[in-house]
């Protein structure tokens, strides 16, 4: 919606309303604007602290899969695409906005499927102070490049197998799945691609 200063331009059912409510056509135009208070401005405080909070999330999500790479995925390298740990801290500050407690309710588990297995990576606690009202369950998916797996045939036989380290690709794709502890509602699931 969009909020003019000319009369022609409103809902003509919500002027049609005022009319009826006793108001005259030419107060509609004085400085009392209607609309201004139909749409609400937005609270820049709050855009600010969800910035900051969604950079947060990121940030945890890029540390966990650091610590993966070499404890439990056995690669020295791990390729992410550009801005797909910023799209699922997007989707998780959207699923724990009806949430009583927020983002501070949650407990993401964070996996990572290979060839249709899902590997635990690990158990993010967003805030252990207060009592886990829903849990999310994150798993990225490895990307299913043909090259890739030519490169590593190619490098695990001969001379070049003592020095090389496999790198693992993530796909753009994720599946994000909420699950309330404390409703009979069932759960939400996010394919993000």
């Given at each position: 919606m969009v909020a003019t200063g000319s009369l022609s331009s409103k809902n003509p059912a919500s002027i049609s309303e005022l009319l009826d409510c006793g108001y005259h056509p030419e107060s509609l135009l004085s400085d009392f604007d209607y609309w201004d208070y139909v749409v609400p401005e937005p609270n820049l405080n709050e855009v600010i602290f969800e910035e900051s909070?969604?950079?947060?999330?990121?940030?945890?999500?890029?540390?966990?899969?650091?610590?993966?790479?070499?404890?439990?995925l056995g690669c020295s390298k791990v390729l992410v695409p550009e801005k797909l740990t910023q799209r699922i801290a997007q989707d998780v500050l959207r699923l724990s906005s009806t949430e009583?407690?927020?983002?501070?309710?949650?407990?993401?588990?964070?996996?990572?499927?290979?060839?249709?297995?899902?590997?635990?990576?690990?158990?993010?606690?967003?805030?252990?102070?207060?009592?886990?009202?829903?849990e999310l369950t994150l798993v990225f998916k490895q990307e299913n490049c043909s090259w890739t797996s030519f490169r590593d045939f190619f490098f695990s036989k001969g001379r070049f197998s003592s020095g090389f380290r496999r790198t693992l690709i993530l796909s753009s794709g994720f599946r994000l799945v909420k699950k309330k502890l404390y409703s009979l509602i069932g759960t939400t699931v996010i394919e993000g691609s």
């Open positions: 909070t969604c950079q947060n999330l990121v940030k945890m999500l890029e540390n966990c899969l650091s610590k993966s790479k070499q404890t439990k009583p407690c927020g983002l501070r309710g949650c407990v993401m588990h964070v996996n990572l499927e290979i060839e249709n297995v899902c590997k635990k990576l690990d158990r993010i606690v967003c805030d252990s102070s207060v009592v886990p009202t829903f």
